[in-house]
């Protein structure tokens, strides 16, 4: 129950973080691979890219949440 409860406050800051990121496409690609579990085939036809791109672009996003969440830690540590 415990881990249960840590993973899911976890979810949940990390669905909170990526619904501020700016780009609607970062929020969306980051959440149909991660949360939906969607296929990075199935992402590329909605998105019409080639491989190459969305793997570029899966990169730009996890790199923006990124400075996201460690700006969010470091906030938190400030608080402390």
Known sequence: PQKQLGQFKTKKLVRG???RLKKNR???I?????????SKHSIREAY????????????????R???LWQS?????????
Not at 48 to 63: G, K, M, P, W
């Open 72 to 80: 969010e830690a470091s906030e938190g540590a400030n608080d402390e």
């Open 65 to 67: 949440f990124k400075q």
């Open 48 to 63: 019409d890219l080639d491989e190459l791109h969305l793997n570029r672009v899966l990169h730009r996003a996890r790199q």
């Open 26 to 28: 970062d929020r969306e």
């Open 30 to 38: 980051l959440t149909r691979y991660y949360f939906d579990e969607e």
């Open 17 to 19: 973080l990526i619904s």
